[in-house]
Every structure is written in C-alpha cells, then in structure tokens.
C-alpha cells in the first residue's frame, strides 16, 4: 500500500507559501513515512529607483549572516517501536525583480519515520 498527500498554501497577503508532501508506505512489515515540508516568509523588500542604487546597496550588504543552518536528528523510540530521522535546513536568500529586492526567510524539513511491527 502506498498513501501520497500534497499539500500547497498560501497566505491570504501572499507573504507565506507552505509546500508539504507526506508519503507512506509498507513494505516486509515496516511502515515507512517521509515528509517534505518547505515554508517561504517574504520579509523587507528594499525598492530602488535604479539598478546602479541597487548594486551599491549590495556592495555594502554583509551576506555572511545569511549563512544556512543544518540541523540533523535522529531519534529511537523503543516503546513505540519507531526510528525517526529529521534534517531541517534553514537560512534566507533574496529575490530581485526589477529594481525591488525581497528577502525571503526559509526553512526546508525533511523527515523520515520508520515504524516496525512486531510479529
């Protein structure tokens, strides 16, 4: 048996997306479960009147902050019989359109849940 679930929303400002895939499959007695989750918050967007006012606010801007986190979790649940590993990615880029530049926080999860049964 498999089992697939898409989720896609967004807000009502359209300042957040939440994409979310979820899978389940069984397979010689263990039920296996991956997710996918990404969530998109637009935050500032700087306008510009040129692209020249644009290239100078990038020169000064330190994108050393910026830097992405990883995150990796493994996890043992004896009473329920499960393993549970989850990697989260999380970090902020920018998006350009014309001379506007939006900063775009992310956090990308992926987890993955592994149930045995007992016979």
């Not at 400002?13 to 263990?30: A, C, H, I, P, S």
């Not at 700087?46 to 994108?63: G, Q, V």
């Not at 350009?96 to 990308?108: E, L, N, R, Y």
């Amino acid at each position: 048996m498999r089992e697939l679930l898409f989720k896609n929303i967004t807000s009502e400002n359209k300042k957040r997306k939440d994409l979310y895939v979820t899978e389940t499959f069984d397979k010689n007695g263990v039920t296996t479960t991956t997710q996918r989750h990404s969530i998109y918050i637009v935050g500032a967007c700087n306008k510009f009147k040129t692209l020249e006012e644009l290239a100078e606010w990038k020169k000064t801007m330190s994108f050393k902050a910026n830097k992405r986190h990883v995150f990796i979790i493994k996890k043992r649940d004896s009473k329920l019989n499960k393993d549970i590993f989850i990697c989260d990615v999380v970090g902020r880029f920018y998006a350009v359109t014309g001379c506007d530049i939006f900063s775009i926080a992310f956090k990308h999860s992926f987890e993955v849940d592994f149930l045995y049964v007992k016979t």
